[in-house]
DNA sequence: CATCAATTGTTATTTTTTTCACATTGTCAG
DNA sequence: CTGACAATGTGAAAAAAATAACAATTGATG
């Protein structure tokens, strides 16, 4: 639908639907604005406009359906199915990164993994298949990779991301702590636990 | 100082002291907004601004002086000294984020980890105890511990999260990807894979 | 010692996000 | 069939954050 939400809208929406996917089988349910509300301490108002932006319109007396709900957040947030995802590091945290995104019910695909390990190449984790780095290139464009996780050392996080870049992925969850710096177009997330337990510090002085 | 900075904003000085601290032994060196800012692709306004609010003022000329910026950014983010933290859950996550926090330069210090499973009580992973967490109360007393870092599976994060509280506990940083309430007074943040994931996917949409 | 270029400090403006307020509407009880 | 209730949908207002604009300051330079 509309291709321009606010970041926030997003994320919320995704957690509407990891919320709302419980109750998928629950032929007719319908949810009210201020249940989905409280389920993750938001106002109903809040929600309402989320839904409002991806033109979901609810019942005036039995709030929204919620299989219409989830649909209609699909077809936002994933088009159509999902997306083919690369971990990049395997090591302590990508492992376990891998090993909870496997589990976890969602339409994102870890279908490669890329290290620079050769015990690790040609090897698979789980049942993801494990790359040489420098075979990205063509491993991206034929499993239609958009997205990377990275997970290598620091030492290498810039030079990884340009290479990365240069085989097309377009988004990036980055939990390396390093800064990096990427070109217009590109999406980039930052999960920095120093920044995130000194902020978590600073706000809980009394 | 003045303890009402926009969370943005202490986000930023965290990264900007992380940044700084490379260039700490440079006695008297100084540094201009504009450099700060292109290093982490920020806007010179951004970074004065941020200054300006926790009171640093620069030289009109050289800049503004890198050891009085990272003394000063302590004196806002770590009142004092920094502050301890506990690790709860050493599975595989949990032990990657000990690995890395003990690895890096932080004020943040994990003093204790706890877990439930018997075979890991008792011992010592890295140089960091573990305990068992029905004995949290106790040593977050002891050992002054504000902050914890939640890695259990996510069937017992809500319950270990009340423990966790009940314990004196007043921020989280959440990896468990379950939601959870917490009253007014504790700071929590969600670092969400999932989420991440499918906002970027969003966002990469042409 | 006056000029000039560059940078800071801060006010004003814009943009983004959240909250408020309330008219509108679908459904059910009577 | 008909209110009346309890929701939704959304414009308007407020709050938060980022950006722009520019006067004030500095110190190097001729
Ligand atoms: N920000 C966070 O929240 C957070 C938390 C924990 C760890 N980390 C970071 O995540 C990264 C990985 O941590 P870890 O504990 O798993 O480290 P690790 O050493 O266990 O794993 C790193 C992996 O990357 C591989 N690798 C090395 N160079 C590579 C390259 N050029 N291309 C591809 N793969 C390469 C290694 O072979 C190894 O398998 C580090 O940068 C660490 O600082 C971040
Ligand atoms: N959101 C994310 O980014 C992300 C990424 C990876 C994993 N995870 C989540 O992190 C958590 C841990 O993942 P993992 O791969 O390390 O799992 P794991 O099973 O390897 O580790 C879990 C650990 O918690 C311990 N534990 C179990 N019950 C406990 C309790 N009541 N109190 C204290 N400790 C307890 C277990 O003994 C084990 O050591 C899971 O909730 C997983 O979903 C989140």
Redesign the interface.
Same mark, same amino acid.
């Given at each position: 639908m509309n291709?321009k $939400?606010p970041?926030r809208t997003?994320?919320r929406l995704? +957690?509407y639907r990891?919320?709302l996917d419980k109750y998928k089988d629950l032929e007719g349910a319908h949810i009210y604005s201020h249940k989905l509300a409280g389920?993750?301490?938001l106002t109903p108002e809040q929600v309402r406009r989320d839904l409002m932006l991806i033109g979901i319109t609810g019942n005036h007396r039995r709030g929204y359906n919620i299989k219409e709900l989830i649909g209609m957040i699909g077809n936002?947030?994933?088009?159509h199915e999902?997306?083919q995802?690369a971990l990049v590091g395997i090591?302590? $945290?990508g492992?376990?990164?891998l090993?909870?995104?496997r589990k976890?019910e969602?339409?994102?695909n870890i279908v490669a993994a890329f290290d620079i390990d050769r015990s690790k190449i040609n090897t698979h984790i789980g049942n993801v298949p494990c790359f040489h780095l420098h075979d990205a290139r063509q491993v991206v464009r034929d499993k239609s990779i958009?997205?990377a996780?990275l997970t290598v050392p620091p030492e290498v996080a810039v030079a990884t991301t340009a290479m990365l870049l240069q085989s097309g992925i377009?988004?990036?969850?980055n939990f390396t702590?390093v800064?990096l710096?990427v070109p217009p177009g590109?999406?980039l +997330?930052d999960?920095?636990?120093?920044?995130?337990?000194?902020?978590?510090?600073?706000?809980?002085?009394e």
């Open positions: 291709t $939400l970041p997003v994320e995704s +957690k990891r919320l389920l993750l301490n936002t947030i994933d088009r999902g997306q995802v090591g302590n $945290l492992r376990a990164v090993g909870f995104i976890a969602t339409r994102m958009r997205i996780i377009r988004g990036i969850l702590s800064h710096d590109i999406y +997330k999960y920095d636990i120093i920044t995130s337990l000194e902020e978590i510090g600073f706000f809980i002085q």
